[in-house]
């Protein structure tokens, strides 16, 4: 039967990619058609990017769809899924593409999908414009578990940019989701952090973690530095955390040539540290991403901080598609709420 | 959606590097693959395989590791002298033709950044004379300031009218040469400045004779004078302009007139003769109402045009003279190739660049442009500035754009009329009375034949003689609306349209002009005889 197509604006907002990686996610679970238009338009450089496209390539085969417009710079796309093939799907996407961006795309669907599915992922993992693995498995993905969705993240080999060369293994079983309950930390269990070195002195990875694990009191066994070998370097990347009861966050900071390891993991604290002195339970990536599983659960909300530009266009994107209200409302100076409207809520409206 | 293919040389410089500093460093065939707005579902590579084997693999795989989707083939190419200009076009060349081009499902990019420069002005002669049907692709380094090391790609067309700001440039320079063509006349008739852009395009492109078709006065020496005069500006004839009026070459000494003769070819000629022709070697030669020249002439003039050598008259020894022609007409060739009174191989050789211009009652929107472009001309000439009051002006003018004004020397009769207004006016203001006199004198000239009243009588008696008595009262008064439709349209198939237009409106005629034209055929008339 034909679905009446849902007219989507891409330059409204911030979030031309985001728009576009929600509405692919809606409109594979939803079965409903849509169309983007004016895709990114106000950008420099307008149209679908490289990390777009293998977006929609991937939310393409695994529900069959027939799409137009999907090249780059094309700056409209017609997305009609068919249905949702579960099982086994592979992706070379290198490193133009972001691997996260496209397991950030199909993880909703996913949970969706009539049966089990592995998705083997190959390319870029931490990308500066881009969620990084670390951040999936340490803040996402728990989220996620807490709600009742069976998925794994398995980082078979990180790739940084530019060489990428990763491989990942995202597995997820169909779920029924419970409410999101997300309103306090709960209680700091610890902090922590990570230096990634791929063809980079050692020591740039010891003086980073040395400095995060200075700045915030850490024993020597909560930091640690990995070696990625030559393949995919050079690159660095520190990952610091703080680990509470309900909730994660995770800040990335890439190192770069010239500026000294002690600097990026300045940087690094100062952004946790940011977060530990707002009052917002999910991070500002976790609040944007914590959207659709609301949306797919159905009931339930999240606190959070000042809502980016992106999370409230996705926020639109999700109402196009039906489902449950969700609103962003704000609670005090820095706190938001979002959360599903209670029927009588909506009622009294 | 096109598959796209980027093709380009293994950059034996730039693509040059090793261990995981490479990364480190701007690869531009590397950085193919690295693009957000641009991928490649292939890449072909030019190598020369047995010197860089080393160098290629780590590009290869570099390329498999950063742009999966992207076909890599290497293509062995062996430069004897990459900095050879002869070597590396003979080996490019050599690569297109071999190279099976499917622009159906393709489209084909050319790798500049690579290679020797030598290579990239190899490639761009390729491209442009599409030898190579491919745009050009420049990768560019990020500037320095910046971590990653991706740079930019960006697609050079060689079709330049692509890119606005080298568009706009042409599009000006098309302006001043049709202004130039117009005589600086604001034209403001669609049709015409149509005409004049393809002229321009012509004269620019092609030194092919040209036939200007159209009634006397219409403007057609004028325009050939500019034709010549932009050539000339862009260096594209050297010669002089020559022009000559057939009409006024009758007899035996049209053929010496044209052609030359040679000392004693003819009593009386005593000594050599160069004709117009030759005089106009390397220049234009316009031949007005070449309708009017005799067959021989026409003869030698059509050899003259194709081998660009002729003998004089009287002389073996062959004139060579390489001109372009331009030729003028008032009368209707195809019809005078039909009777036999013009050579068709010779119209068939005028007929490919035809333009007709139209007379002023067909371009009655641009009476009050020429009216001004007169007034200049009048006080260039006679450096006293004269104008129109303004009541005076708007009588002219409305007088002039009238179904009465006909206009049958078109603008030749304007600018005379105009120089009797500005002659006769005085201190420099050509007022009511002044035109008023001006248009008694105009109905006066133009009065025998159709009543100065109405201008579109018509006598069927003159056009059909003594038939016109043994018309039914009936198909008088259809014939006679017909004719008058058919003199104030410019085609048949105007005319058509005008007496089918109810017809038309409800699809029931679809041959308006062949209708029109078997109607008049049944009086032994013709849409041309009729004289509209």
């Known amino acids: 039967m034909e679905q009446e197509l849902i007219e989507l604006d891409g330059s409204i907002g911030e979030g031309g990619g985001q728009i576009l990686r929600s509405a692919l996610s809606l409109s594979v679970i939803t079965g409903r058609p849509f169309r983007l238009r004016r895709i990114r338009a106000n950008r420099a450089k307008p149209g679908l990017m490289r990390q777009h496209l293998t977006c929609v390539q991937a939310a393409a085969q695994i529900s069959a769809a027939d799409v137009t417009g999907a090249e780059l710079q094309s700056s409209e796309l017609r997305f009609v899924p068919k249905t949702l093939v579960a099982g086994a799907h592979h992706f070379a996407i290198g490193t133009a593409g972001s691997t996260m961006l496209v397991v950030q795309t199909l993880l909703p669907m996913l949970l969706a999908a009539p049966g089990e599915s592995r998705i083997t992922v190959e390319g870029g993992t931490h990308n500066m414009m881009a969620p990084s693995s670390c951040f999936l498995n340490r803040v996402f993905l728990p989220q996620l578990r807490r709600i009742g969705a069976d998925v794994e993240l398995v980082v078979e080999r990180e790739g940084l940019f530019p060489a990428g060369g990763g491989r990942i293994v995202l597995k997820v079983r169909p779920s029924k989701l419970k409410p999101v309950e997300l309103s306090e930390r709960g209680a700091l269990r610890g902090i922590g952090a990570e230096a990634l070195l791929a063809a980079v002195p050692e020591h740039v990875g010891l003086r980073e973690i040395t400095a995060v694990a200075d700045h915030f009191r850490l024993r020597r066994e909560q930091v640690r530095h990995r070696d990625l070998g030559h393949q995919t370097g050079p690159g660095n990347v520190l990952s610091v955390w703080a680990e509470f009861e309900h909730v994660c966050e995770l800040v990335t900071v890439h190192g770069e040539r010239r500026v000294a390891a002690e600097q990026v993991a300045e940087r690094a604290c100062t952004e946790l540290d940011t977060y530990l002195s707002s009052a917002a339970v999910a991070g500002e990536y976790l609040a944007d991403q914590m959207l659709l599983p609301l949306w797919l659960s159905g009931e339930g909300g999240y606190r959070c901080g000042e809502p980016s530009s992106h999370t409230l266009t996705n926020l639109d994107t999700l109402g196009r598609f039906g489902g449950p209200s969700i609103e962003c409302r704000k609670l005090a100076e820095g706190v938001h709420e979002i959360a599903t409207t209670r029927p009588e809520v909506s009622s009294r409206a | ?532």
């Open chain 2, 1 to 532: 959606m096109k598959r796209k293919v980027a093709i380009g040389f293994l950059g034996t410089q730039l693509d040059m590097g090793s261990g995981p500093g490479r990364w480190e460093k701007w690869r531009p065939t590397v950085c193919l693959g690295q693009q957000e707005e641009f991928s490649a579902d292939r890449i072909d590579l030019l190598v020369d395989s047995r010197r860089f084997k080393g160098l290629t693999r780590t590009v290869v795989d570099d390329l498999r590791q950063t742009s999966p989707a992207t076909q890599v083939v290497i293509h062995d190419t062996y430069l004897a002298d990459p900095w050879d200009f002869e070597c590396v076009y003979s080996a490019l060349f050599d690569f297109a033709r071999s190279y099976s081009f499917d622009t159906e499902q393709e489209d084909y990019f050319i790798h500049i950044s690579t290679g020797t420069h030598v290579a990239q002005i190899c490639w761009f002669l390729l491209a442009e004379s599409r030898f190579v049907p491919a745009k050009l692709l420049q990768t560019s380094p990020p500037p320095k300031q910046r971590r990653d090391t991706t740079g930019s790609v960006s697609v050079i067309d060689l079709d330049l009218a692509r890119y606005d700001q080298i568009a706009q440039r042409f599009s000006n320079a098309a302006q001043a040469t049709a202004e130039f063509l117009k005589s600086g006349i604001n034209t403001q008739s669609a049709a015409f400045n149509r005409m004049i852009e393809q002229i321009e395009r012509v004269a620019m492109r092609s030194r092919a004779p040209m036939l200007l078709m159209g009634p006397t006065g219409a403007g057609k020496s004028q325009l050939a004078r500019n034709i010549f005069e932009l050539k000339k500006q862009r260096q594209d004839l050297k010669g002089r302009f020559v022009e000559v009026n057939c009409a006024t070459l009758r007899g035996d000494g049209a053929g010496s007139a044209l052609f030359g003769h040679v000392r004693g070819a003819f009593t009386g000629a005593q000594n050599d003769r160069v004709g117009l022709l030759k005089s106009a070697d390397g220049g234009m030669l316009f031949l007005d109402e070449i309708g009017e020249l005799g067959l021989d002439e026409q003869a030698m003039l059509l050899r003259a045009i194709e081998d660009k050598r002729f003998p004089p008259l009287g002389g073996d020894r062959e004139t060579q003279s390489d001109f372009q022609l331009i030729a003028g007409t008032n009368r209707d060739l195809s019809e005078a190739s039909r009777d036999g009174r013009f050579r068709d191989d010779l119209f068939a050789r005028l007929n490919l660049w035809t333009f007709h211009l139209p007379g002023l009652k067909e371009r009655a929107e641009d009476i009050e442009p020429n009216l001004d472009f007169e007034l200049d001309r009048h006080a260039r000439i006679n450096h006293e500035r004269v104008r129109f009051n303004l009541e005076a002006r708007s009588r002219f003018l409305r007088f002039a754009t009238s179904a009465e004004a006909l206009w049958p020397g078109n603008f030749r009769d304007l600018g005379a009329s105009i120089t009797r207004m500005a002659t006769l006016s005085d201190s420099g203001r050509i007022t009511v009375d002044v035109v008023d006199e001006e248009i008694a004198r105009l109905r006066r000239a133009w009065g025998d034949g159709s009543r100065p009243s109405m201008g579109n009588e018509v006598d069927l008696a003159k056009l059909l003689g003594a038939e016109a008595e043994t018309l039914d009262r009936f198909d008088a008064v259809q014939l006679t609306e017909v004719v008058r439709v058919c003199r104030q349209s410019r085609t048949l198939s105007e005319a058509g349209r005008i007496l089918f237009q109810a017809s038309r409106e409800i699809k029931r005629s679809s041959n308006d002009a062949d209708r029109l034209r078997k109607y008049l055929a049944r009086f032994g008339l013709s849409f041309e005889r009729i004289g509209a």
